[in-house]
């Protein structure tokens, strides 16, 4: 059996390390620290379980040995999505534009501008295998995960009302709130 170490079910992993451009770094840093005020612009992206942007500068362990230094800072981006790489790379490339040209854009090597199929050529030459994937719910979509999630809210909420109802009234509530 040939297993894809960046697959878990239908769950995918991406793992993409980018050098970035010598004098870069804090202007890249800035935007990075700037992407926590607000919603993540991974959130636009539908198919997205996970993702992050980090920039590395050394690899230190947690024993005593010696970080090994690097020639210079890389981004590190990972993410777990939903189905094909492929297809999720197109929708990466096209949906977040501005903030490719934002984090990519201050990348060695990177096109100019860094959008649609060079960025996506790109990235794929940066691409690491991850080596381990293993993903929460691997049959569970994006969207399987967020009806879940608000299905839960609804019994909390119905739980949380109901503490008061009579027998009769607990059991007209449930059925005509959680369809029972």
Not at 159 to 170: C, G, K
């Amino acid at each position: 059996m040939n297993r894809d170490p960046d697959r878990s079910g239908q769950a995918g992993a991406l793992t993409v390390l980018t050098p970035v451009a010598p004098g870069a770094e804090p202007d890249l840093r800035a935007y990075l620290d700037g992407l926590r005020a607000g919603p993540s612009p991974l959130a636009r992206l539908p198919r997205t379980h996970f993702g992050r942007w980090v920039i590395v500068g050394d690899l230190a362990p947690e024993d005593e040995r010696r970080p090994d230094h690097l020639a210079g800072p890389y981004v590190l981006f990972t993410a777990s999505f939903d189905g094909p790489l492929d297809s999720y790379l197109d929708e990466l490339c096209d949906e977040l534009a501005a903030e490719a040209l934002e984090i990519w854009g201050r990348c060695a090597g990177a096109p100019q501008p860094p959008a649609g199929a060079p960025l996506k050529a790109y990235l794929r030459a940066h691409h690491h295998t991850t080596g381990f994937f293993v993903a929460a719910y691997p049959q569970a979509t994006v969207g399987d995960v967020r009806a879940a999630l608000a299905q839960r809210e609804d019994v909390i909420a119905f739980a949380r009302d109901a503490q008061r109802m009579d027998p009769a009234q607990l059991q007209a509530a449930f059925r005509e709130r959680l369809g029972g």
